[in-house]
């Protein structure tokens, strides 16, 4: 199916209101500082556009947030031109994180959607491999000991790509091979040995063949990278969830399947966690509780498990969300109503999803606190 991934993070238009968000008098701990509670670290999606516009939602997320993912890391924003990368909105992006006492978070060292147009008009191998070392080389080392975790290659499996190995088809594969994987995990531990390395895809989380398909692929993956002694951290399961899908969630095979990135020495992260409400009922309250019980359960499992440490939202607040946006198919709904997907409506108040994930990391099993 479509990739159900990162979008362009769109503004609600507001309506012009402008309201004392019901967290700003709540006495009530955040996300954050629950999930510290647990050895956890809890975070999102941010652009650093809407905290310089938006007073209220920049302490929204001040409030709530651990772990902060840049909207600017992508290799087409960081070098659009072969001659040099520019890292000064990134550099901004950090600041305000630790600002506010967050970590950092990259993504996505490489990732075929957003590969920079030149790349394709290199001449060989030869040179493709020169660039993505240099890229990698040159982004890692600017954030050397500042950032947590680099996604360090985004969603490279399609089980039905017509390929033995099952890799996506893009300019990365075109060019350099399926070696381009371990070239660029080996590169990003050369230019940061601190920072974990992580392997980032979607559509593992639910019981259709395909995404059964999709969790063996992932573990040959690891496998391959252990047997050649190539560097990696963590996985991060995506975790866009879907109503409409949640009746193919099996708890116990989810959990054997963490069990087995777990029996690989990895940690597990859930790293762009939402939930497209697309088969939920119109009624609103009815809406969100049936989305806060997919957040819940989806949790319940993931975090049983103490590989798993780490649990970042696609954006905070409906106010900006690709599902929102209403450009993929699969997430928009047939009654034309604004989806409803993130722990806080456009006026900043918390919803019934918000309440699930906080219930949620109360009852995770307390882990040692992540390192880094």
Known sequence: MRPISRRFMLLAPAAGAV???????SGALGLRTIAASRGLLYGSYLDMWEMRALADYAALAARECG???SARMDWDHLQPSAESHDFAAVDTDYDWARAHDM???????????????????LPNRAAAIAALEAHIGATCRHFA???????????????????ADKLRPHVFLDKIG???????????RAADPVARLVYNDFGVEFGAP?????????????????????PIDAIGLQSHLSIAEMAQFDDKDFGYFLDELA???????????DCIDKGAPSDIAARDAAVAAAYRRYLDVALANRAVTTVINWGLSDRQSWIVSGDDLLARRADGLRPRPLPFDTDLHPKPAYRAIAEALRAAPPRAAPRG
Not at 103 to 121: D, I, M, N, S, Y
Not at 263 to 273: D, K, N, P
């Open 19 to 25: 309201c004392r968000p019901a967290f700003a008098a």
């Open 67 to 69: 772990v902060m993912v």
């Open 103 to 121: 970590k950092f978070r990259g993504h996505a060292l490489v990732w075929g959607e957003r590969a920079p147009k030149w790349f394709a008009g």
């Open 145 to 163: 000991g500042r950032m947590q975790s680099w996604d360090v290659v985004n969603e490279a499996i399609l089980v039905g790509s017509g390929r």
């Open 178 to 188: 399926p070696d381009y994987l371990d070239i660029a995990f080996r590169a990003a």
């Open 210 to 230: 395909d995404q059964l398909e999709k969790r063996r692929v992932l573990l040959g993956l690891i496998d391959g990278f252990k047997e050649r002694g190539t």
């Open 263 to 273: 029996a690989r020495g990895l940690e597990v992260m859930l790293t762009e966690l």
